[in-house]
C-alpha cells in the first residue's frame, strides 16, 4: 500500500515546465526581430497577433486621462472595491519594507564601517494579461510593492486584442499608480520592455504572469533583465482536521481548478467520512458552476482527496508538495501552522478563503508555484529593490584586516591582492586600542557629576543625542529615572539614562528602558557603547525585568544597526518619531 500511495502521489504532483520546442523557437525569432527592428517589429507584431493595427507607437500608449477617466467609468461599487484592496495591499507591503528592506550600518572596535545599502530599481517592467482575461488584481499586486520599494519608473504593458481594452485594468492602472501604459502583449512586449526600443523604455526587472510565450519570453531575456519567476499551473493544498462545512472546502478546491485544466487542488485531512463528504459536495455543486468543464478536468486530471493518518502525517505532505496556496482548514489552526516549512502563502482557519488573498487581504497573491515555494518566496518589496554592501575601513582597521588579507592573498596565488593590503600597513601607526579592561558603572553623584557635565557629544551625533546638561535636568524631574556614569578606570567616558517602566503610570511594562546613551566624542570607537548595553542587560537580569527597550529617532547615522547586532530587534511600533526596539531576556 505504501508503495502504491508513492507512486500515485508522485504522478499527481508531476508537471513538467518544459515548453513546446515551436514555441520557443518562435519566440527567439520575435525577441531578435525587435531588439534589431525595435518599434516597427512591435507595430507588427501587434497587428499580427493581436489584430490592432497602428500607425505609430504613440497610438499604443494609454495617457494617465484615460486611465483616469477608466476610473470615472467603472461602477462605483467596483471603484469601492479596488480602492479598498489597494489600500490593504500597500498598508501589508510598507510594514513588509520596513520589517525586510531598510538600510543598516555600524563601525566596529577599530571604526571600521560595515553595512548594507537598499535602493530600488530606477524602472520595472510590469505584464498584464488582457483582453477577455481581466485581471485588474495582478496590476495592484505587481504595481503596488514596487511603487512602495521607492521604484522610480513604472512601465504596464497589456494586450488588447482586436482592440479591446478592459476599463477594470485600467482603473487599476490609475489607482496603483503606473507611469506608463502600452497596448502591447506577448514576447513582443516582453522583448522590447528588455531591450527597450525608441518609445518603449528599457527596464531593470519585469514582472507578471502571462501565457507560454510570455513564459518562454521571461526566461530568455533573463539576464538582460531580471524577472519574479516562471509560474506553473495555479495551486491549492487544503489542510483540514474536518471541522469546516464540507461545501465551503470543495468550493475552495473549485477556485483554483477554475483557472485551468492543468491547476491543482488537493485536500487533505484524517478523517475518512469527511473526505467523502467533500467529495459528495463536489458532485453537488459542479454543476452549478459556470467553468464546470474546466474545474472537472482539473479535478480529473491533477487533483486528489487524501485520507491521511494524521494531521501531522498532512503536514508532512503538504511539506513535500510545498504547495503555492495552503489552507489550514482547522479549528485549531495555529497549532499545525509550526509544522508547515513550505508554501507561498498560508491561509490560516475555516474563514480564511484563498480568494481573499487573490484580492484584497494584502499579503501577495504572486507566489511560487511546481515545488518552488521550498526555495523561494511572494513576490514583494524586496523584489524591487537591491542591496549593496558598505565597506570603510579606518587606518587602524587596516592595521588589522591587512595582514589577514594579504596571508589568505598569497595562499591563493594572488600577489596583487596581498600588496593591495599590504602598502597600507604604515610604521608608526598604533595598532587598535584594546577593549577597556576596567569598565564600570557607577551612579552620577556629587564626586562625578563635573566630569559627567564636561562630556562632549561627538559631532555627527548632535542631531541624535542630547548635551550631558540636558540630560541631567531631564531626569533631575523625572523619579522613575536615573543617571549613571559610565567609567574607564577613574576616568569618565560616557553617560547614560535609565528609566523603570514599571513605575510607568500610563503604560506600565515589565521593562528597563535606555533612555539615553551618550559616548564621549574624544572615546568613540573604543567598545564603551557595547560595554555599556551589556551591563545595562545584566542589570535588567539582576532586577528581575522581562525586557530591556529603547527608541531612537529615524535619522542619519542612527544607532539603530549597533543595537540590531547586540540582539535588539524592531517592535515595529512608532513613538513620537522615534522607533520602538526590544531586547528580551529568557528565562525571566
Not at 518562435?26 to 489584430?51: N, S
Not at 504572469?209 to 513564459?215: K, L, Q
Not at 596583487?416 to 601607526?429: I, K, M, N
Amino acid at each position: 500500500a505504501e508503495a502504491g500511495f508513492e507512486a500515485a502521489f508522485q504522478r499527481v504532483l508531476h508537471w513538467s515546465a518544459e515548453t513546446d520546442a515551436a514555441i520557443e523557437g518562435r519566440v527567439a525569432q520575435i525577441i531578435e526581430d525587435v531588439r534589431a527592428r525595435g518599434d516597427a517589429a512591435v507595430l507588427e507584431l501587434t497587428a499580427r497577433f493581436d489584430g490592432v493595427q497602428a500607425g505609430s507607437m504613440a497610438e499604443l500608449e494609454i495617457g494617465r486621462a484615460e486611465l483616469l477617466a477608466a476610473l470615472e467609468a467603472i461602477t462605483p461599487a467596483q471603484r469601492r472595491a479596488l480602492e479598498a484592496a489597494a489600500e490593504r495591499v500597500r498598508d501589508y507591503h510598507q510594514r513588509q519594507l520596513d520589517a525586510s528592506s531598510r538600510s543598516w550600518q555600524y563601525r566596529d572596535a577599530d571604526g571600521t564601517l560595515l553595512g548594507q545599502k537598499v535602493t530600488p530599481l530606477d524602472r520595472v517592467g510590469i505584464y498584464v494579461p488582457g483582453g477577455k482575461a481581466a485581471y485588474p488584481s495582478s496590476v495592484l499586486m505587481n504595481a503596488i510593492p514596487a511603487l512602495v520599494a521607492g521604484v522610480g519608473e513604472i512601465v504596464l504593458v497589456v494586450p488588447t486584442p482586436k482592440g479591446e481594452r478592459n476599463a477594470l485594468v485600467l482603473a487599476a492602472a490609475a489607482v496603483a499608480g503606473a507611469h506608463r501604459v502600452f497596448t502591447i502583449g506577448g514576447a513582443q512586449a516582453v522583448a522590447a520592455l528588455a531591450y527597450g526600443t525608441a518609445t518603449v523604455p528599457r527596464v531593470d526587472k519585469i514582472t507578471g504572469p502571462g501565457n507560454a510565450y510570455v513564459a518562454s519570453a521571461k526566461r530568455r531575456v533573463f539576464g538582460q533583465v531580471g524577472i519574479d519567476m516562471i509560474a506553473g499551473p495555479s495551486e491549492i493544498l487544503v489542510l483540514a482536521d474536518g471541522s469546516t462545512p464540507p461545501d465551503w472546502v470543495a468550493m475552495d478546491l473549485f477556485s483554483q481548478a477554475e483557472h485551468d485544466e492543468l491547476a491543482q487542488s488537493i485536500l487533505l485531512c484524517p478523517d475518512a467520512a469527511y473526505v467523502q463528504a467533500v467529495a459528495e459536495a463536489v458532485a453537488r455543486l459542479l454543476p452549478e458552476m459556470p467553468r464546470r468543464d474546466v474545474i472537472r478536468a482539473s479535478l480529473e486530471g491533477r487533483g486528489a482527496l487524501i485520507v491521511t493518518r494524521s494531521m501531522e502525517e498532512a503536514c508532512e505532505l503538504s511539506n513535500r508538495i510545498a504547495p503555492e496556496h495552503l489552507e489550514v482548514s482547522s479549528a485549531e489552526p495555529h497549532r499545525w501552522e509550526p509544522l508547515l516549512r513550505h508554501a507561498g502563502a498560508i491561509f490560516l482557519g475555516a474563514y480564511t478563503s484563498e480568494s481573499l488573498g487573490d484580492y484584497c487581504a494584502g499579503p501577495n497573491h504572486v507566489l511560487p508555484t511546481s515545488g518552488t515555494a521550498r526555495f523561494s518566496s511572494p513576490l514583494g518589496v524586496y523584489d524591487f529593490v537591491k542591496r549593496s554592501s558598505l565597506i570603510e575601513v579606518s587606518e587602524a582597521g587596516a592595521q588589522v584586516l591587512g595582514p589577514i588579507a594579504a596571508e589568505l592573498a598569497y595562499g591563493e596565488g594572488l600577489q596583487a591582492h596581498a600588496r593591495a593590503a599590504e602598502l597600507r600597513l604604515r610604521e608608526g601607526v598604533a595598532a587598535p586600542a584594546e577593549l577597556p579592561v576596567v569598565f564600570a558603572v557607577r551612579p552620577v553623584d556629587k564626586a562625578n557629576h563635573e566630569a559627567v557635565l564636561k562630556l562632549q557629544v561627538a559631532a555627527g551625533q548632535r542631531h541624535l543625542v542630547a548635551a550631558p546638561e540636558r540630560s541631567l535636568a531631564q531626569v533631575a524631574y523625572e523619579p522613575r529615572g536615573r543617571a549613571l556614569a559610565m567609567f574607564d578606570g577613574d576616568t569618565v567616558v560616557g553617560m547614560m539614562l535609565l528609566y523603570d517602566a514599571r513605575q510607568d503610570e500610563d503604560k506600565p511594562a515589565n521593562q528597563l528602558y535606555v533612555w539615553r546613551l551618550m559616548v564621549d566624542a574624544r572615546f568613540q570607537q573604543r567598545g564603551y557603547g557595547r560595554l555599556a548595553m551589556q551591563w545595562v542587560v545584566d542589570e535588567a537580569r539582576r532586577g528581575g525585568y522581562a525586557e530591556v527597550g529603547l527608541s531612537h529617532v529615524d535619522k542619519p547615522g542612527h544607532a539603530g544597526g549597533f543595537y540590531e547586532k547586540l540582539g535588539f530587534a524592531y517592535t515595529g511600533e512608532v513613538d513620537e518619531g522615534e522607533r520602538k526596539m526590544i531586547f528580551k531576556l529568557e528565562g525571566v
